[in-house]
């Protein structure tokens, strides 16, 4: 019960963050809802974690903090990158591209837009900061051996989450981008 609803204040933030976006609050909170399934599937099937409250809820909200962070910041640069580039979109449909492959570079600047703090923490983490559940375990009397191996664990889940909730999330965002003729839904680009 606890995790659908961090799935659901999750989808509204990293919605609200891009609200110009159409139906924004749906894609953001079924792409967490994905990533954050897929994920904590994974870890469950090959034992990682029992699956209990006790460790379901504090490494859902992990992954779901993570992923709300990273779909918001995709979605929102997606849109914004979209409006700045209009005109070389729009050539690129006049020129016989389909959608999706006129917006195929905003669509990749937005990922890693998305992405970069996920991944600088993860090439950082241990040598310029301690994170929490390293920190928590070493006060907690745990070896530091093991301590780096929970925060490995995490970081790996963090960011198979956060990948699949901002890929999913561009891919399902972009079309609200276009009419069913194939050009460009301006509407959506005037508002701010």
Do not use: H
Request: proline share 5%.
């Amino acid at each position: 019960m606890i995790v659908p609803l961090q799935v659901c204040v999750a989808g509204c933030t990293a919605g609200q963050r891009a609200k110009q976006v159409p139906r924004g609050k749906y894609v953001a909170g079924a792409s967490i809802l994905v990533g954050t399934a897929i994920t904590m599937f994974l870890l469950v099937l090959l034992n990682v974690f029992p699956f209990t409250p006790r460790y379901i809820i504090p490494i859902a909200g992990i992954m779901v903090g993570s992923a709300m962070r990273v779909t918001g910041v995709s979605m929102k640069r997606l849109r914004d990158d979209i409006k700045t580039q209009m005109s070389l979109v729009e050539t690129a449909l006049a020129l016989g591209a389909t959608p999706r492959q006129a917006i195929l570079q905003q669509v990749k600047r937005s990922l890693v837009v998305g992405l970069s703090p996920i991944l600088d923490n993860a090439k950082t983490v241990g040598l310029i900061s301690l994170p929490g559940a390293m920190t928590g375990l070493i006060l907690g009397g745990a070896s530091p051996l093991e301590a780096i191996q929970v925060q490995i664990v995490i970081m790996a889940m963090v960011l198979g989450a956060s990948t699949i909730s901002s890929v999913m999330s561009a891919d399902l965002c972009w079309r609200a981008f276009f009419t069913k003729a194939y050009q460009l839904e301006t509407k959506v680009f005037m508002s701010d």
